[in-house]
């Protein structure tokens, strides 16, 4: 944690330097939404979809911003770093009660906090379980309220896994901290936006610039019955990129290591962004 950037509500320091309230919202509540915006060779990737999905997730739980002080800390504070490959960590809570209450002051001031930390972009093979999709209803909205993730994703380490796939009824939604992809030998297919999933920026990227590329993408509602005939399965995240899903713990696939689509899918995103 030495030497981590920070900003907490416009004031620049160590990360390890910075105290916040036990009466923040965030720690009672987890009234807080947040967003990780990722850049490589000093490059932000897609900071305006970025900062849109943050006024976004504000505006669905009425927090007032400013959404251009926020977008301006946020550039100051991968400048001030000097971090080249990384990402932001950037979160806006409600704000801070006078003492706990469901129920909050109108006057309650947004409180706003923020680090660069470095990142390795590699690519990752991973291990998944697939489990039911025990989270809210507004999945869409990128709240710190995920405790349906990390019950699920624990699990998932405690059986020696790197992630999950979450299903509703068998119905796909998506990874424990990202996207859901799979393809076969012709098309590229993955869950429809709703409010049971997130609408990752990895995603909306990778959608349209594999469609520029000619290959084919039908978004829509899959089954986890559809995950048996898939060649290859990948999860997306501003982290990850594109992770290839090499064994589903309690679930039989035909999934083919570094299948044709996936490679492909890869190369498009990888030369986009990652260079
Ligand atoms: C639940 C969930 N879905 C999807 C994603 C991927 O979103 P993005 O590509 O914007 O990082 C994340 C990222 O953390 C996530 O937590």
Redesign the pocket.
């Known amino acids: 944690m030495k030497n981590i950037l920070a900003v907490y509500n416009g004031s620049f320091d160590f990360l390890d330097k910075i105290k916040i309230s036990p009466l923040s919202r965030a720690y009672t509540f987890s009234d807080s939404v947040y967003e990780?915006i990722p850049f490589y060779n000093s490059k932000i990737i897609a900071f305006d979809e970025?900062i849109a999905?943050l006024e976004k997730s504000c505006e669905a739980l009425s927090f007032s911003i400013k959404i251009l002080d926020i977008s301006n800390e946020i550039l100051e504070l991968i400048t001030k770093s000097k971090v080249q490959h990384g990402y932001i960590y950037y979160q806006v809570t409600r704000g801070i009660d006078n003492l706990r209450s469901h129920m909050f002051d109108k006057d309650i001031s947004i409180e706003t906090f923020g680090y660069a930390v470095e990142h390795i972009f590699k690519s990752q093979s991973l291990k998944v379980m697939l489990c039911e999709d025990l989270r809210w209803q507004r999945?869409d909205i990128?709240s710190t309220s995920?405790l349906g993730?990390i019950m699920s994703m624990n699990d998932a380490k405690n059986l020696g896994c790197d992630e999950v796939i979450m299903h509703k009824n068998k119905i796909i939604t998506?990874?424990?901290?990202?996207?859901i992809f799979f393809a076969t030998d012709e098309c590229v297919y993955t869950p429809h936006l709703s409010k049971n999933?997130?609408p990752?920026?990895?995603?909306e990227l990778l959608i349209k610039d594999i469609k520029k590329a000619g290959i084919k993408v039908e978004e829509g509602i899959f089954s986890i019955d559809d995950l048996i005939e898939a060649k290859s399965i990948w999860l997306?995240?501003?982290?990850k990129g594109l992770a290839q899903v090499v064994e589903i713990k309690n679930q039989e696939t035909n999934i083919q290591i570094d299948h044709e689509l996936f490679v492909k899918c890869d190369k498009i995103f990888k030369d986009n962004y990652l260079t």
């Open positions: 990780v970025h999905r999945c990128k995920l993730n998506e990874g424990g901290a990202s996207n999933i997130l990752g920026i990895t995603r997306t995240s501003s982290t």
